[in-house]
């Protein structure tokens, strides 16, 4: 059974530019969230992606947007980046049935710096 | 929203020493969760808690739902090296029985020293 995978492990942006970061779900999962972890802090919920579809979002601004695929890997774009968006982004799948989930593994992270 | 508040922030053991931190807000929460997160990994689920005054045990780590529903609390017993790195809890609001909304706190940095 393959764990949750993301990629790439590090990435070093300018602001203003723009960034894809990826994400492959553990196998037999359908659920995929993305969380924004800063030096120092809890991960923070960015939204969640069941079913190919948005399915619930933090308070994160619509820069922040996401996309499931059927296979449900998963990815997480970000426009317009700001020097605050420097942080480890999380992935962790989950298996869902209605409202409800399963435990959320996590990925190991990719860590975004923006100089 | 809603904040929850994790104490303390830091600790420095013995190797040997039981350890206690806790979790706290303002807010009622349906399940508590602790993670542990390492270097360089993400969090790793250790207990879910789901009923208000439940205890659960996993091997030397107990952690309890607090009675008013804002509160829990991570215990582990005879530290070895290994169990160096960040605790989180995390928990779900009423309503909300969908671990990948979870709310987390800010962390305990566990150190044991040999």
């Known amino acids: 059974e393959t764990g949750v995978t993301q990629s790439p492990t590090h990435l070093i942006k300018t602001r203003g530019q723009q960034v894809t970061l990826r994400c492959s779900s553990q196998s037999g999962h359908n659920t995929v969230s993305w969380y924004q972890q800063a030096l120092g802090q809890g991960p923070q919920f960015i939204f969640q992606y069941y079913r190919e579809e948005e399915n619930g979002r933090g308070n994160f601004p619509p820069r922040f947007s996401g996309l499931q695929f059927p296979n449900y890997s998963s990815e997480l774009n970000v426009n317009a980046l700001e020097l605050d968006d420097s942080a480890l982004y999380l992935c962790?799948?989950?298996?869902?049935?209605?409202?409800?989930?399963?435990?959320?593994?996590f990925g190991p992270g990719t860590r975004l710096t923006v100089l | 929203g809603q904040q929850l508040n994790q104490s303390p922030q830091s600790m420095f053991i013995q190797e040997g020493e039981d350890v206690s931190m806790n979790c706290t807000s303002s807010s009622i929460f349906n399940t508590w969760l602790w993670y542990k997160q390492d270097p360089g990994e993400g969090p790793v689920l250790l207990i879910a808690?789901?009923?208000?005054?439940e205890l659960t045990s996993n091997g030397r780590l107990t952690a309890q739902f607090g009675i008013t529903r804002k509160d829990s609390f991570l215990n582990i017993s005879a530290s070895i090296p290994s169990d160096v790195g960040i605790y989180f809890c995390?928990?779900?609001?009423?309503?909300?029985?969908?671990?990948?909304?979870?709310?987390f706190g800010d962390g305990t940095t566990l150190t044991v020293k040999p």
């Open positions: 808690l789901y009923k208000a005054g």
């Open positions: 962790a799948s989950s298996s869902a049935s209605g409202k409800s989930t399963d435990t959320q593994y």
């Open positions: 995390a928990g779900l609001l009423p309503y909300n029985t969908n671990a990948g909304k979870s709310t």
